[in-house]
């Protein structure tokens, strides 16, 4: 059922979006990593003077294995950059760095949409698991209510992909805003390393929303079928 035809028809042009906006991510990360920023800030320092520079206080600043791992975390306050932003002077880690400042900074102001999808998060943790588990019941059953019911549930994870994209671009939004007012970034050239960086990222969530509507809209049609039958 995964892999008919059907599934293929809707989910196909989400696998090749996916597959494009990751080749673009990691295409302009690997471009801008490679070019030193002339302020010769790391990752880490950057992070540390903007939070100087905001007066953020009681955020800590850790590293973290792996590469694009970096993350803010409003649990514990803390900002996860990975080595190659933390440890690195490069344009494209002092982008990265001060993207994951800019969450800092919402979850310090309480920035509605970051409130409104932290509050989604265990709704679609469960709504992911149980929700295809109840369509394919109730199909099997032809218990049509059931599978409608799954789908509603399932359909949490569109509106948290949804409620991402502002959370993200005003992220983003601070990020390019913040580092040419401290002057961490100096140079026209850098400012658009900046914003190739992070406009790259931010189609990820963009295809992330498509990925998530088209799946959706694939269970929509199973159901529908199903109950012509």
């Known amino acids: 059922m995964f892999f008919s035809p059907t599934y293929l028809m809707y989910m196909l ?3 090749i979006l996916m597959g ?9 990360y690997n471009k801008w990593s490679r070019v030193q920023a002339s302020s010769r800030l ?11 520079a905001g007066n953020l206080y009681g955020v800590q600043i850790q590293t973290t294995s792996g590469e694009l791992t970096d993350h803010y975390d409003p649990r514990n306050k803390t900002l996860f950059l990975s080595q190659g932003v933390a440890n690195v002077a490069s344009v494209a880690s002092l982008a990265i760095a001060a993207h994951e400042l800019g969450h800092a900074m919402q979850d310090a102001e309480e920035y509605l949409p970051l409130k409104f999808r932290s509050a989604l998060v265990p709704v679609v943790n469960i ?3 149980l929700g295809w588990i109840l369509i394919m019941i109730g199909l ?32 983003s939004a601070r990020a390019k805003q913040l580092l040419v007012q401290t002057g961490i970034i100096q140079t026209e050239a850098e400012q658009r390393g900046v914003n190739a960086v992070l406009n790259a990222a931010a189609l990820t969530y963009v295809a992330g929303l498509i990925t998530a509507i088209l799946q959706l809209l694939y269970y929509v049609s199973l159901v529908g079928s199903g109950r012509r039958r």
């Open 140 to 171: 099997f059953l032809r218990f049509t209510e059931l599978a409608w019911l799954g789908i509603i549930i399932f359909a949490g994870g569109a509106v948290f992909a949804l409620a991402t994209l502002p959370v993200e671009f005003n992220a």
């Open 20 to 28: 494009l906006t990751s080749w673009y991510v990691k295409s302009a």
């Open 127 to 129: 709504g992911s698991n």
């Open 42 to 52: 790391t990752g880490a320092q950057a992070a540390q003077r903007l939070m100087n």
């Open 13 to 15: 042009p989400a696998f």
